[in-house]
C-alpha cells in the first residue's frame, strides 16, 4: 500500500463518519464507517450494521441530553477537524500491512470543546479493500 493510501483513505472515512455523526444521521454510517454490531443493543435488535447504527444513535442522543440536563448547556458532535484525529504515522500503514489491522482515535468535540468519550476506530484489510469499524471508549 503506498504512504498516501491508507492516511488519506483512512482520513477521508473518518470524516465521512464525523460529519455523518454530527449531521445525525446515523442509518448513513453503514456507508462509511459503522458502529461495531454491539451497539443493536441498544435498540433490542438483531446485530445488524444499520441496527448498530440506530443503536448507536440512540446512546448518543441519550448521552449529549443526559450533559445537557446536567450541564445546563447544549451538546452536540462538531463536524471533522483534522486536529482532532490521532496522526496516522508509517507504523500504522505498516500494522496494516503486516497484521491487516490498525486502529485510530479521533476526539470528537462540541462546540469546540472536547467531550468525554472518543471513538477508536479498528481499520482492516477485507477483499483488499481498506474497512473501518468504530466503537466509543469513555
Keep these: 500500500m503506498k504512504e498516501l493510501g491508507f492516511r488519506a483513505k483512512a482520513q ?9 455523526i454530527a449531521d445525525k444521521e446515523y442509518v448513513k454510517l453503514v456507508s462509511s464507517i459503522p458502529p461495531r454490531r454491539s451497539w443493536a443493543s441498544f435498540i433490542d ?8 447504527c440506530l443503536g448507536f444513535g440512540k446512546w ?3 448521552q449529549l441530553a443526559i450533559w445537557e440536563e446536567y450541564e445546563d448547556k447544549k451538546f452536540v458532535v462538531d463536524h471533522f477537524r483534522e486536529s482532532c484525529m490521532e496522526d496516522i504515522g508509517d507504523e ?21 470543546e472536547r467531550l468525554d468519550f472518543w471513538f477508536e476506530i479498528e481499520f482492516f484489510m477485507e477483499d483488499g479493500q481498506i474497512k473501518a469499524v468504530f466503537d466509543v471508549n469513555i
Design 12 to 20: 477521508e472515512l473518518i470524516q465521512l463518519m464525523v460529519d455523518t
Design 45 to 52: 435488535a438483531e446485530p445488524t450494521s444499520e441496527n448498530a
Design 60 to 62: 448518543l442522543v441519550e
Design 92 to 112: 500504522d500503514e505498516a500494522r496494516l500491512e503486516t497484521y491487516h489491522r490498525d486502529m485510530v482515535c479521533y476526539n470528537p468535540t462540541s462546540f469546540g
